[in-house]
């Protein structure tokens, strides 16, 4: 049905601009004289659409689009149909070239390129976006047990509640040291495993305990017997892993885990963005500036602005920027508030902080004292979005696992704002960090700034 439907928005998107390009007509005027066009090379235009369908199907089965993969994401399925039609159009236009049996307009061929990938995109978008929320409803769910009651296996049920378009219903554990647990039964112990995959129906499997090699050799077999899929959390999944590649040596297979990070072509894209909005920001908010500015030299002593040295990327150091919210050396004052911290690790915040001014007070309830970091951002010392940029001295209490959220540049916004800010804890805090790191993408960042707005109107984790 995929491959009849994508053949049928091709056939459309060769046919039309071919058609346009030699008719100056409307829509409703090529309806009704359909066989009196200026059709010029029809068969040789015919022959190139055909070859075009073709290889552009080919591309898309190559990526494997004609499957159902619930864990692809729409953006990351239109980077997929992009990379299918460049290629198919590239192959067209050496074929073109090198064929030289006639003339193929350029514009022609543009359109069409373009018309391929906006058409796919758009149905296949359309059609991704339907069948989540027909999967979040319950339509045609997979049974899922779980190996191990454990930490992991917590996080794990987690994490497969908060996405409901996976289609994962949790059913229950497997557990030899647990006998009840809140919210899902233990279903048995792990020698039990046969006879509860069969009398619950189970569809997948998720083994949390890998450590114990041949215990989950025996089940990964029982499970290939049984007909259900069977996966293994690794034991290295609490390490801040940007991906892993499968490898072997001879008959050995391994696992390679690597940072992927940002380079290249995504930082100039990341980098790009930061430059536009945050000039946009800095021109667009230049009135409310001035107002604040005015507004905190008016009511406390002290300078408009407060500076402090923070961490950036490779901790080089960098002055960081901030309107006043405290009163004037605040911070030879803070020495004598550390039995009030209430926050946990390296980091320094009090709910109700007896240096904070009364417009201080009113603009961290919104945020408005983060605006001077768009210079920041404007000067490229900080990203609109990324981690938080902390002092030298609480990144000398760093742990060795929580240095590499210094591997980018710091960011006014990030995971852990729109999470709660001061209502999670800080390991929780570096994890969401390293995350993101591991995880970025453009579209990642845009839905960070979004969802940043709702977060500071209703002053979530805010004080």
Same mark, same amino acid.
């Given at each position: 049905?995929?491959?009849?439907?994508?053949?049928?928005?091709?056939?459309?998107?060769?046919?039309?601009?071919?058609? +346009?390009?030699?008719?100056?007509? $409307?829509?409703?005027?090529?309806?009704?004289?359909? $066989?009196?066009?200026?059709?010029?090379?029809?068969?040789?235009?015919?022959?190139?659409?055909?070859?075009?369908?073709?290889?552009? !199907?080919?591309?898309?089965?190559?990526?494997?689009?004609?499957?159902?993969?619930?864990?692809?994401?729409?953006?990351?399925?239109?980077?997929?149909?992009?990379?299918?039609?460049?290629?198919? $159009?590239?192959?067209?236009?050496?074929?073109?070239?090198?064929?030289?049996?006639?003339?193929?307009?350029?514009? !022609?061929?543009?359109?069409? $390129?373009?018309?391929?990938?906006?058409?796919?995109?758009?149905?296949?978008?359309?059609?991704?976006?339907?069948?989540? =929320?027909?999967?979040?409803?319950?339509?045609?769910?997979?049974?899922?047990?779980? @190996?191990?009651?454990?930490? !992991?296996?917590?996080?794990?049920? &987690? %994490?497969?509640?908060?996405?409901?378009?996976?289609?994962?219903?949790?059913?229950?554990?497997?557990?030899?040291?647990?006998? &009840?647990?809140?919210?899902?039964?233990?279903?048995? &112990?792990?020698?039990?495993?046969?006879? @509860?995959?069969?009398?619950?129906?189970?569809?997948?499997?998720?083994?949390?305990?890998?450590?114990?090699?041949?215990?989950?050799?025996?089940?990964?077999?029982?499970?290939?017997?049984?007909?259900?899929?069977?996966?293994? @959390?690794?034991?290295?999944? %609490?390490?801040?892993?940007?991906?892993?590649?499968?490898?072997?040596?001879?008959?050995?297979?391994?696992?390679?885990?690597?940072?992927?990070?940002?380079?290249?072509?995504?930082?100039?894209?990341?980098?790009?963005?930061?430059?536009?909005?945050?000039?946009?920001?800095?021109?667009?908010?230049? /009135?409310?500036?001035?107002? *604040?500015?005015?507004?905190?030299?008016?009511?406390?002593?002290?300078?408009? +602005?407060?500076?402090?040295?923070?961490?950036?990327?490779?901790?080089?150091?960098?002055?960081?920027?901030?309107?006043?919210?405290?009163? =004037?050396?605040?911070?030879?004052?803070?020495?004598?508030?550390?039995?009030?911290?209430?926050?946990?690790?390296?980091?320094?915040?009090?709910?109700?902080? /007896?240096?904070?001014?009364?417009?201080?007070?009113?603009?961290?309830?919104?945020?408005?004292?983060? *605006?001077?970091?768009?210079?920041? !951002?404007?000067?490229?010392?900080?990203?609109? @979005?990324?981690?938080?940029?902390?002092?030298?001295?609480?990144?000398?209490?760093?742990?060795?696992?929580?240095?590499?959220?210094?591997?980018?540049? /710091?960011?006014?916004?990030?995971?852990?704002?729109?999470?709660?800010?001061?209502?999670?804890? +800080?390991?929780?805090?570096?994890?969401?960090? *390293?995350?993101?790191?591991?995880?970025?993408?453009?579209?990642?960042?845009?839905?960070?700034?979004?969802?940043?707005? /709702?977060?500071?109107?209703?002053?979530?984790?805010?004080?």
């Amino acid at each position: 049905m995929y491959i009849l439907i994508d053949a049928v928005f091709v056939g459309v998107s060769t046919y039309l601009p071919y058609i +346009f390009r030699y008719n100056r007509l $409307s829509l409703p005027q090529l309806l009704k004289i359909g $066989s009196s066009l200026n059709l010029p090379a029809l068969s040789s235009y015919s022959l190139i659409f055909l070859f075009w369908g073709i290889m552009t !199907v080919l591309f898309l089965a190559n990526y494997r689009l004609y499957g159902t993969n619930r864990e692809l994401s729409i953006l990351g399925e239109t980077q997929l149909i992009f990379k299918s039609t460049f290629f198919s $159009s590239l192959i067209i236009g050496v074929v073109i070239f090198l064929s030289k049996t006639f003339i193929f307009s350029r514009i !022609v061929f543009g359109e069409v $390129s373009i018309s391929i990938f906006v058409t796919l995109s758009l149905w296949r978008g359309i059609k991704r976006h339907t069948v989540r =929320k027909l999967v979040a409803a319950g339509y045609n769910n997979l049974n899922v047990l779980i @190996v191990g009651a454990g930490k !992991v296996g917590k996080n794990l049920t &987690k %994490e497969i509640n908060e996405h409901p378009y996976l289609g994962l219903k949790m059913v229950g554990y497997l557990d030899d040291f647990k006998e &009840k647990d809140d919210g899902y039964d233990i279903l048995g &112990k792990i020698k039990d495993f046969e006879a @509860v995959v069969r009398q619950k129906f189970i569809d997948e499997v998720f083994i949390t305990i890998p450590s114990e090699r041949r215990l989950v050799s025996n089940l990964v077999t029982k499970g290939r017997g049984l007909g259900v899929s069977v996966r293994v @959390v690794p034991d290295l999944y %609490e390490l801040a892993i940007g991906g892993i590649r499968a490898h072997s040596i001879g008959f050995l297979p391994l696992l390679e885990y690597y940072d992927r990070g940002i380079h290249g072509a995504d930082l100039f894209a990341k980098r790009a963005t930061d430059i536009c909005l945050s000039g946009l920001g800095l021109l667009l908010l230049s /009135p409310l500036f001035l107002i *604040l500015a005015i507004i905190i030299k008016l009511t406390s002593k002290g300078p408009v +602005f407060y500076l402090s040295e923070r961490c950036g990327k490779n901790k080089q150091v960098f002055n960081f920027y901030k309107f006043r919210s405290m009163l =004037k050396d605040a911070d030879k004052m803070r020495d004598g508030l550390q039995d009030k911290n209430e926050m946990d690790g390296p980091v320094f915040k009090i709910r109700n902080d /007896p240096r904070v001014t009364r417009i201080g007070r009113f603009m961290r309830r919104f945020s408005l004292d983060e *605006l001077p970091q768009l210079w920041n !951002v404007f000067k490229g010392d900080m990203s609109l @979005v990324g981690p938080r940029p902390p002092i030298p001295d609480e990144v000398g209490e760093y742990e060795d696992w929580q240095l590499k959220r210094l591997n980018i540049k /710091p960011g006014i916004t990030c995971l852990w704002q729109i999470q709660g800010r001061s209502e999670i804890s +800080f390991k929780e805090w570096m994890r969401l960090d *390293l995350w993101y790191i591991d995880n970025w993408s453009l579209w990642l960042d845009l839905k960070i700034l979004f969802k940043t707005i /709702p977060t500071v109107i209703t002053r979530k984790g805010a004080y």
